[in-house]
């Protein structure tokens, strides 16, 4: 159980163009999810808390506008890149709350990001 | 604020030969902490967690690690190295009920030799 899948797993855009990515909990409903980036050989950092039915929160420094979150149901949030740019090429990861722990968190595999 | 470190970057260890990860964490009240491994191009897999109780906890992969409060420490170990355990491996602490958020780690990556 707990699995969240992501997809697509890898992307490749156009400068300029926009990259929807999804993050699905396959087998729980998750009322929270996490969207998180990181840089080669770096640690993950945390962009934005998605709540279904509610706004984003983002951290500060993350264009909100630039990094578009939607949690529409409680099994699925995407993440909108907007406009990309080759440094917002990454690899991007989310995660779902665990419904039984606060803190726990699932995490997907992953997106991979490149953008020419 | 809330904060982990992992002050080894890098690591190299023998097939067959123990490991311990170094985490150390801030936090003012008692932590939740978790270790989670990721492999090349993979998402993160929880390897253990500390909410409560038994200090030394047990997790998958014959990993273990044990929560020391006076040290702010909570060291991963495992008694012989597999080869397949050659990873980035996280630390992180749970950071305030109000936003259930993770802090991370810089992470170590551990190579094994054989």
């Known amino acids: 159980g707990a699995v969240v899948s992501q997809h697509p797993s890898w992307v490749i855009c156009k400068s300029g163009t926009s990259v929807k990515i999804e993050c699905r909990s396959l087998d729980f409903q998750a009322t929270t999810m996490f969207w998180y980036r990181q840089f080669p050989k770096q640690s993950l950092m945390l962009m934005a808390t998605?709540?279904?039915?509610?706004?984003?929160?983002?951290e500060q420094g993350v264009e909100k506008d630039k990094f578009l979150i939607n949690h529409a149901s409680l099994t699925l949030s995407t993440l909108t890149v907007t406009s990309a740019h080759p440094e917002d090429s990454s690899f991007y990861i989310c995660?779902?709350?665990?419904?039984?722990?606060?803190?726990?968190?699932?995490f997907g595999p992953g997106t991979r990001l490149t953008v020419t | 604020a809330q904060s982990v470190t992992q002050p080894d970057i890098h690591i190299t260890v023998s097939e067959g030969a123990s490991l311990e990860l170094r985490c150390n964490y801030s936090?003012?009240?008692?932590?939740?902490l978790f270790w989670y491994v990721q492999s090349p191009g993979q998402g993160l897999q929880l390897l253990l967690k500390y909410f409560s109780g038994d200090t030394l906890v047990q997790g998958i992969k014959g990993f273990e690690a044990e929560f020391k409060r006076s040290q702010s420490s909570f060291n991963l170990r495992k008694p012989s190295v597999h080869w397949s355990d050659a990873a980035e491996y996280f630390c992180?602490?749970?950071?305030?009920?109000?936003?259930?958020?993770?802090?991370f780690g810089t992470g170590t990556l551990l190579a094994v030799q054989p």
């Open positions: 992180a602490v749970g950071a305030g009920s109000a936003t259930n958020k993770l802090i």
């Open positions: 936090y003012g009240a008692t932590p939740y």
């Open positions: 998605s709540n279904e039915g509610s706004k984003a929160t983002y």
């Open positions: 995660s779902a709350r665990s419904p039984d722990s606060s803190y726990e968190q699932y």
